[in-house]
């Protein structure tokens, strides 16, 4: 029998049956994992940093599937200051890759000894914050960002500079040849796949994502990946828990998870996406989240259930780790969490059994056509729609369960941008299953609002400069003679970079973020100057900071021709506050596509600073430093 009837529309009402059991196997106070690596299913590492001991980075191993723990390893190092995310890679038990950074400069530690001892090799020429290596055997590996490529161990490695710039992920080698890695382009922040042959030197970028951060990826085979990540930022870092998924080796991706609320009992509001994925085999796989998230799948990532009884270290009610990292040590999936606890998974409780047998499927519509990517939900486990707006719940059992449509957009912790595009009928089902089941379809209730943004893009000489093409999310719109551009229709409460893309011209700022709330925006100012024209010396110019002061972030604009970025594909950048104590961190990748003009092109970076509070700060490039005034 089946029955439904509408209710009001909470997350919190629905009783799951037994929930998955952890059981804590691990803990060192202050050896904080960063890094995890399985060559085999009898050797599992995890890799921690502790700035209080001598000996910041230990590797420690288990060899029985997590259930007893020994120090493996460790690396002392006459400089105890280290960045946290170190990078380790061991293609097999017996060579281990470490990338740790010091100061301004990376080094690779390798142990040929399976840890006993470690050579340290500096590289002088890789300087980026976040360096990730990814080795195939002892000869074959790379390091990201970069991509810089060795076929020896690091006795020397060559520089790709063919390859675009911007921030390489998880980077994994998939035969000798071919290595593949997510990547984020950082100028209009596109998300892309990225393949790699090192012999040919040839690569192919799928887009996978635009407004997109990318965690982690999870390399299953050719016919299954997954990205995941944050999506749809809201305000103050907030954003979407997501996870994209891809059947055909990468060339097209797709949102198979995009959830604002989680739907979890004793979370009020998800706050900043996921950050680790990991797969046993083509049907099962976890995914975990900041401050205590853990996310099951049964049916290759076509759902997601949300762990409702965390852990008491892992988000239960004891301690809430910012970072947290998941890894399969043979078919037992381990999480290592950024205040030194490690679990394994005890009793899966949630996976399907004999008598999970039946579906439950139907369609969310807008208007006379489907809606595409809309969360549904029965209980703590998610679906997305697909393109006609179409869902199914596989492997269900019987029982009773309250079906809901989400909304995928949703910030009410953040009043102030609280968005809701659409109201769903009926609100809930409330469902008694007893066979497979269909058309249980939602109609969207639209409740958007549109508002136009419009402005100007003048030359140096305030003339405006036609022809000029600018892009918010999907849509284009082009300059006129009078320099003017018009979008007539933005969606309300959605934050939006709108950002002029024609090439030729430098633009200050490099992008307005708008979001339009209470009405029409028409004082969009830009300023292009021509790259072609003679500019002044960089050493005169400096470090250029806009806006300042500035509420929530700033824009950093630096000539590339500058000594100190003339050689290098990216530049470090700093934020100290008055007391000297360093508060932020990022790299601006420098744009060389001209590496023999001399046509001063400015490189700009946006930095989020909403985090710091209010007072002075300054920013170091080398040895150039300007002051900024955070209100």
């Not at 960063?34 to 420690?60: G, Q, R």
């Not at 099962?284 to 290759?300: A, E, M, P, R, S």
């Not at 998941?326 to 009793?347: C, D, F, Q, T, W």
Request: some cysteine; charged content about 20%; proline content about 4%.
């Amino acid at each position: 029998m089946i029955k439904y009837f509408v209710i009001m529309l909470i997350f919190s009402c629905y009783t799951a049956s037994s929930q998955n059991i952890w059981d804590e196997v691990f803990y060192k106070f202050n050896e904080l994992p960063e890094s995890i690596e399985c060559p085999d299913s009898n050797n599992f590492y995890v890799v921690t940093h502790n700035t209080l001991d001598e000996d910041p980075i230990k590797i420690f191993k288990t060899s029985d599937q997590g259930k007893n723990w020994v120090l493996h390893s460790s690396i002392f190092l006459n400089n105890h200051w280290i960045e946290t995310n170190s990078s380790f890679s061991c293609p097999d038990s017996n060579n281990f890759f470490l990338v740790l950074r010091t100061g301004q400069k990376n080094s690779i530690y390798i142990s040929n000894n399976s840890g006993l001892s470690f050579e340290k090799r500096a590289l002088d020429d890789i300087d980026y914050f976040r360096a990730s290596i990814s080795m195939y055997n002892e000869n074959i590996g790379i390091v990201s960002n970069g991509q810089f490529i060795t076929r020896n161990g690091w006795k020397s490695f060559d520089n790709l500079n063919e390859m675009p710039y911007g921030n390489a992920y998880s980077p994994r080698f998939i035969n000798d040849s071919i290595c593949i890695m997510a990547f984020s382009e950082l100028k209009l922040n596109q998300k892309y796949f990225l393949k790699i042959n090192i012999n040919t030197l040839k690569f192919e970028l799928h887009l996978i994502d635009k407004p997109f951060t990318i965690n982690d990826f999870c390399y299953f085979s050719d016919s299954l990946m997954f990205i995941c990540g944050k999506s749809d930022n809201i305000s103050g870092g907030s954003g979407h828990d997501a996870i994209y998924k891809s059947t055909d080796g990468g060339k097209n991706w797709r949102r198979v998870l995009n959830l604002s609320t989680t739907v979890a009992k004793h979370f009020y509001n998800n706050p900043f996406g996921l950050q680790s994925i990991a797969f046993k085999d083509s049907l099962t796989g976890i995914c975990v989240g900041q401050f205590g998230k853990i996310l099951y799948t049964y049916d290759g990532g076509e759902s997601w259930q949300y762990e409702n009884k965390l852990p008491p270290q892992l988000g239960g009610g004891e301690s809430s780790p910012p970072t947290m990292i998941v890894r399969y040590a043979g078919s037992m999936p381990i999480i290592a969490a950024y205040n030194g606890y490690i679990h394994r998974l005890k009793e899966d409780n949630l996976a399907p059994g004999p008598e999970h047998i039946y579906t439950i499927s139907g369609r969310v519509w807008e208007g006379e056509k489907g809606q595409p990517g809309i969360p549904v939900s029965i209980g703590f486990r998610v679906t997305m729609t697909d393109s006609l707006g179409y869902y199914k719940f596989t492997k269900v059992k019987a029982g009773n369960y309250i079906l809901r449509a989400l909304n995928k957009h949703y910030d009410g912790v953040n009043q102030t941008y609280f968005y809701k595009p659409f109201d769903y009928e009926p609100l809930q089902y409330d469902i008694e299953l007893t066979g497979d089941t269909s058309s249980f379809d939602f109609n969207a209730i639209d409740l958007r609002t549109f508002y136009s943004a419009s402005g100007y893009v003048l030359d140096t000489e305030g003339k405006g400069i036609a022809d000029i093409t600018f892009k918010v999310a999907d849509s284009t719109a082009v300059s006129e003679s009078s320099g003017k551009f018009h979008f007539p229709r933005i969606e309300s409460r959605r934050q939006y970079d709108l950002t002029p893309i024609t090439e030729g011209y430098s633009y200050s700022p490099a992008y307005h973020t708008i979001n339009l709330i209470t009405g029409d925006t028409t004082d969009l100012k830009f300023t292009g100057t021509s790259t072609t024209s003679v500019w002044e010396s960089g050493e005169d110019r400096g470090i250029r900071i806009n806006p300042n002061p500035a509420r929530d972030y700033i824009v950093i604009a630096l000539d590339r021709w500058t000594p100190l970025s003339k050689w290098r594909p990216s530049v470090q950048v700093q934020i100290f506050d008055m007391l000297g104590i360093e508060v932020g961190q990022s790299f601006l990748i420098v744009n060389d596509s001209n590496n023999n003009s001399q046509s001063g092109m400015i490189d700009l970076l946006k930095i989020d600073v909403s985090h710091l509070p209010a007072g002075v700060y300054f920013i170091r490039i080398g040895n150039k430093v300007e002051k900024f005034v955070k209100m």
